[in-house]
């Protein structure tokens, strides 16, 4: 493999040799290299099919098939948004007004141009008894408000700022 290519890829490359370069494991390879870039990037896809011998379009396809995989950049923070219907019965519609008005995010828009935040819904986080719920990347906040909620934004926000202050 060339040498630019190589460097383009390296960490790809570090994914794919811990899996053996199997193809079978493709599905924990891709796993990783969205950890690593927070969504699929096509060239990624296709330098990932290369390398196990398969088609680009098969990749795509499993990428594609998984609501867990994303095609497109996200944010640092995804906050999914449940809208089951414990959740729904107990105002998440308003939650995600509330978030989507403060982050500035219209219409289809569900990432912050400073890529800090993608607010998603999905049908179902699984903790009922906590409705309505938000889970931020992996941690789940049951018994939400839209003011709990936009104070978590503003934690969040806090937290970042207070880690990209200059000395």
């Given at each position: 493999?060339?040498?630019?290519m190589y ?106 141009p400073d ?27 049951g018994q ?24």
């Open positions: 493999m060339p040498t630019v460097r383009k890829f390296e960490k790809v490359c570090a994914i794919v040799e811990r899996h053996g370069a199997d193809p079978a494991k493709l599905i924990p390879i891709l796993q990783e290299v969205q950890d690593e870039y927070r969504y699929l990037p096509e060239e990624v896809m296709t330098f990932v099919a290369t390398t196990l011998s398969l088609s680009p379009a098969k990749v795509y396809g499993v990428a594609s098939f998984y609501a867990h995989f994303a095609l497109v950049p996200k944010g640092k923070y995804v906050v999914r948004l449940c809208d089951g219907t414990a959740c729904h019965v107990k105002g998440s519609e308003n939650l995600l007004d509330a978030l989507r008005q403060k982050l500035g995010l219209t219409g289809t828009d569900v990432t912050t890529m800090l935040f993608t607010v998603e819904t999905v049908s179902c986080l699984g903790a009922c008894g906590l409705a309505p719920v938000i889970v931020v990347n992996e941690t789940v906040y939400m408000t839209s003011v709990k909620a936009l104070k978590l934004l503003e934690d969040i926000k806090k937290k970042e700022e207070s880690t990209h202050v200059s000395v």
